[in-house]
């Protein structure tokens, strides 16, 4: 042990105890960054917004316990402000304050395009409001006026990230109508972006700011959607670099465990795999080297449609069973977090309870729908408590240095 380090605590030292313990006591807040790196949270979608203040308490209380410290929810553009002249802030007030009271960091995703601001192709290829809500806004700027109003309403708060869009690389969620068919459209969807992010950043200079989370995509077509390298590809020398941390993600590996080369493994192809799939080298190569990659929606179902006999030829399960969902939540977890510049992982989500039960979607949650926990709640525990302890010793260490570079 070096010398410095022994016999009498010198001043420096007792001074660079106080800082860890300042940190780790949340009495100073280091850069978003640093704060995030061992966190962990999960998908809530809108689920929250439409619970009484009852209900929405003793839920985030359920979540802090978990160890999570942060939710992910949509904020529609299409249900606060459902005309240019009116806004309706009160469910979304509720949250917001809720999460605080309950000291839960929000990763906001904007979302969602009100009638009055669709394009009118839109408006008459679509008639279905809920697709049509999906339909790229007529107008970028709308857009970011809507973003940067959200921003500044909640700039005191715990509003620590925005995700701008979901799934953007799907037609399910974004709708481009060029000549009467509907695509997806990466440079459309790069103004909306840049333009959303110059308005966030004056009200939330420290915040997170990503791109919409892409969705696993590997039967690509027209009717469909892109591939994720593809359109991230397509995406990246279009936006702005200086605005954004990074990009967001949808790592989906099921039905096989994260680690496992597959064609349709989302994790996986994050940063290993071929050239062409593999996001780190498309980011690499457009200049997005030093950039985060958030994991926002990660997990498995354990419901669904599809059996083994079912499958058609290049087809997967859509759902796991419950031992299965653990497994894969458990390796996700940990090899999510030894990966170079990520950001937190978002698990989807907490409960059945609270997911549409359509399809595959109602099987995602770490409980069943009477509230009583599948092995994977006891998995997302035990691994968020890792992830604390690395956080705690990260801070430490960081302390130490910050002391010594102002010394």
């Given amino acids: 042990m070096s010398k410095k380090f022994s016999g009498a605590p010198y001043p420096w030292r007792i001074a660079c105890m106080v800082l860890a313990i300042m940190l780790l006591s949340g009495l100073i807040t280091p850069p978003v960054h640093a704060a995030t790196r061992y966190e962990i949270g999960i998908s809530t979608s809108s689920s929250l917004l439409w619970m009484d203040s009852a209900a929405q308490h003793a839920r985030l209380l359920t979540i802090k316990k978990s160890g999570a410290s942060w939710i992910r929810i949509d904020f529609s553009w299409a249900a606060i402000q459902p005309r240019p002249d009116r806004y309706m802030w009160e469910p979304y007030d509720r949250v917001v304050q809720a999460a605080a009271a309950h000291n839960i960091k929000i990763l906001a995703v904007l979302i969602y395009t009100p ?71 990466p440079r459309a969807y790069a103004r909306l972006a840049n333009a959303a992010a110059r308005q966030i950043k004056p009200h939330n200079p420290d915040a997170v700011i990503l791109t919409g989370g892409l969705a696993p995509m590997f039967e690509p077509s027209l009717s469909k959607g892109m591939r994720q390298s593809e359109y991230l590809a397509q995406l990246l020398p279009h936006l702005e670099a200086g605005l954004f941390s990074g990009i967001a993600v949808h790592p989906y590996s099921w039905p096989v465990l994260p680690t496992k080369a597959a064609p349709y493994n989302a994790f996986y192809t994050v940063d290993k795999s071929k050239d062409a799939l593999n996001l780190r080298v498309v980011m690499k190569k457009s200049g997005w080297r030093d950039k985060e990659i958030w994991a926002t929606e990660y997990g498995a179902s354990t419901k669904g449609l599809r059996s083994v006999n079912d499958l ?26 030894k990966k170079s510049n990520a950001g937190p992982m978002f698990v989807h ?52 240095r910050l002391y010594q570079s102002r010394s």
């Fill in 115 to 185: 009638p009055w601001a669709r394009m009118p192709e839109c408006r008459s290829l679509i008639p279905d409001d809920n697709e049509a809500k999906k339909c790229a806004p007529r107008n970028a700027a709308e857009f970011a006026s809507f973003a940067g109003t959200v921003a500044a309403r909640y700039s005191r708060h715990t509003m620590r990230g925005w995700e701008i869009w979901n799934e953007p690389n799907l037609n399910g969620y974004w709708k481009s109508v060029h000549r009467n068919r509907v695509l997806v459209d």
């Fill in 349 to 400: 989500s907490d409960s059945d309870q609270w997911l549409a039960q359509r399809r595959n979607e109602g099987g995602f949650g770490l409980k069943r729908s009477d509230g009583t926990p599948k092995p994977a709640y006891d998995i997302f525990r035990r691994e968020a408590q890792k992830l604390k302890k690395s956080r705690k010793d990260k801070d430490a260490v960081r302390a130490g």
């Fill in 312 to 337: 058609k030829r290049n087809e997967r399960l859509d759902h796991v069973n419950e031992a299965a969902q653990a497994r894969i939540l458990q390796e996700g977890i940990r090899h999510w977090y």
